[in-house]
């Protein structure tokens, strides 16, 4: 039963224009780390974790994903299921599908063993989700510098191969806009108030699990990519919660800030706005959808209590 499970998804895959995408809901659920994303799409859309179902409807399919080597069975196995085997074989290796083109070695080696079939649903699929430095770059953040993020095009991969109906994508950038139609993908940044979110920190750096941890040194990580987004504002916006600079320099030094007066600037406080400021969005952030993933009060964002759908 398994084997012809197996078999209709490889079927489907292979028969469908452009592996099904065009049936597809594609959501980037964007946003700073911490902000929830996952709690959002666990708890509120059913989603669950594309490598722990890869039969599931709705799946949530991150960047971090594949930073995690238990992942990658997961991945070699979809490549395998997906009509792949010799691509799945040799990628095994690297655990990286998605850039075999860049160990020549290793693609060379596919090349040899791969049957024309094989040949033809691998360059369909790099057509649509392959490895490009600019489409890896995200307007945002600039990560992974130079060669932009490779695994924004893993994440491509995982969506063209899927069978799910509604594919999350989770970011704390929006490269993944650039492999798709600007209408057929919808960037919804879920909004964590200024206040949880670093209560959100504090609950994390005092965890008993060290993998929860965020390095507050690191300034491509935790408030600092909040930064990335987000500004004060003298007026409500994104949710009518009103902050002084002392409240955010005492919850800074809680989380283990030590840098509280260059990060307060980095928000642009200005001395006028020290008495009392709002959060708003940076210029450049653009989403179809802004949610509030705390509902601490009314604004632009929406309330996430009910959101069943997007």
């Given at each position: 039963m398994k084997y012809l499970l197996n078999y209709t998804r490889w079927v489907a895959l292979y028969e469908a224009r452009e592996f099904n995408l065009d049936q597809k809901?594609?959501?980037?659920?964007?946003?700073?780390?911490?902000?929830?994303?996952?709690y959002f799409a666990m708890n509120q859309l059913g989603a669950k974790h594309?490598?722990?179902?890869?039969?599931?409807?709705?799946?949530?399919?991150?960047?971090?994903?594949?930073n995690n080597p238990e992942v990658g069975p997961a991945f070699i196995k979809l490549v395998e299921e997906a009509g792949m085997p010799t691509l799945a074989k040799i990628a095994a290796e690297t655990d990286s599908p998605h850039v075999i083109k860049l160990y020549d070695d290793k693609f060379k080696e596919w090349e040899e063993e791969a049957s024309p079939e094989e040949k033809s649903k691998y360059e369909e699929?790099?057509?649509?989700?392959?490895?490009?430095?600019?489409?890896?770059?995200?307007?945002?953040?600039?990560?992974?510098?130079?060669?932009?993020?490779g695994r924004v095009s893993?994440?491509?991969?995982?969506?063209?191969?899927?069978?799910?109906?509604?594919?999350?994508?989770?970011?704390?950038?929006?490269?993944i806009k650039n492999y798709y139609d600007s209408d057929k993908i919808k960037d919804v940044l879920i909004f964590t108030p200024l206040d949880k979110y670093l209560e959100n920190i504090i609950s994390r750096n005092n965890s008993e699990n060290t993998t929860e941890h965020i390095d507050t040194s690191d300034q491509e990580s935790?408030?600092?990519?909040?930064?990335?987004?987000?500004?004060a504002v003298d007026e409500p916006d994104l949710d009518d919660k009103k902050y002084t600079s002392d409240e955010i320099k005492s919850k800074l030094e809680e989380a283990g800030y030590s840098n509280t007066e260059e990060i307060l600037n980095k928000f642009?406080?200005?001395?006028?706005?020290?008495?009392?400021?709002?959060?708003?969005?940076?210029?450049?952030?653009?989403?179809?959808?802004?949610?509030?993933?705390?509902?601490?009060?009314?604004?632009?964002?929406?309330?996430?209590?009910?959101?069943?759908?997007?």
């Amino acid at each position: 039963m398994k084997y012809l499970l197996n078999y209709t998804r490889w079927v489907a895959l292979y028969e469908a224009r452009e592996f099904n995408l065009d049936q597809k809901d594609l959501i980037l659920l964007s946003g700073p780390s911490a902000s929830g994303k996952t709690y959002f799409a666990m708890n509120q859309l059913g989603a669950k974790h594309w490598y722990d179902d890869l039969d599931a409807e709705t799946v949530l399919v991150g960047t971090d994903n594949f930073n995690n080597p238990e992942v990658g069975p997961a991945f070699i196995k979809l490549v395998e299921e997906a009509g792949m085997p010799t691509l799945a074989k040799i990628a095994a290796e690297t655990d990286s599908p998605h850039v075999i083109k860049l160990y020549d070695d290793k693609f060379k080696e596919w090349e040899e063993e791969a049957s024309p079939e094989e040949k033809s649903k691998y360059e369909e699929i790099e057509r649509i989700a392959g490895y490009d430095p600019e489409k890896c770059k995200s307007t945002i953040r600039k990560m992974g510098g130079r060669q932009g993020d490779g695994r924004v095009s893993a994440m491509a991969w995982a969506a063209a191969l899927l069978s799910a109906k509604t594919i999350l994508f989770d970011d704390v950038g929006d490269a993944i806009k650039n492999y798709y139609d600007s209408d057929k993908i919808k960037d919804v940044l879920i909004f964590t108030p200024l206040d949880k979110y670093l209560e959100n920190i504090i609950s994390r750096n005092n965890s008993e699990n060290t993998t929860e941890h965020i390095d507050t040194s690191d300034q491509e990580s935790g408030i600092y990519q909040y930064l990335d987004w987000y500004q004060a504002v003298d007026e409500p916006d994104l949710d009518d919660k009103k902050y002084t600079s002392d409240e955010i320099k005492s919850k800074l030094e809680e989380a283990g800030y030590s840098n509280t007066e260059e990060i307060l600037n980095k928000f642009e406080v200005t001395d006028s706005l020290k008495d009392g400021f709002y959060i708003g969005l940076k210029d450049w952030v653009k989403p179809n959808r802004i949610i509030n993933s705390r509902d601490a009060g009314t604004g632009r964002a929406e309330s996430a209590a009910g959101i069943t759908a997007l």
